[in-house]
């Protein structure tokens, strides 16, 4: 069995909290397997669940922002178009 060293893994631990990739896409840069992440989570991080619940409802804030852009800029454009 590979140990993983501890600098990959603290910089795995950065990645999570930083919370601007899926575990999933770090898990797979750095060669793991996602549960490894999840464990080191889970026993690295004192709130492992409530910072992945809180990177997951910043990556749907981000998608809503965008849809409600798509949507106000579509909204103009028919504006625009009923006036021309």
Do not use: C, F
Not at 8 to 16: E, S, T
Not at 44 to 49: A, F, N
């Amino acid at each position: 069995m590979n140990q993983i060293s501890s600098d990959i893994k603290q910089q795995v631990l950065a990645r999570v909290q930083e919370g601007k990739s899926t575990i999933v896409e770090i898990a797979r840069q750095h060669g793991l397997k996602v549960n490894t992440v999840y464990g080191w989570i889970s026993r690295g991080l004192s709130s492992g669940r409530p910072l992945l619940e809180t990177n997951k409802l910043r990556r749907e804030n981000v998608s809503l922002k965008q849809i409600i852009g798509n949507l106000l800029l579509e909204l103009e454009r028919g504006k625009k178009n009923s006036r021309g």
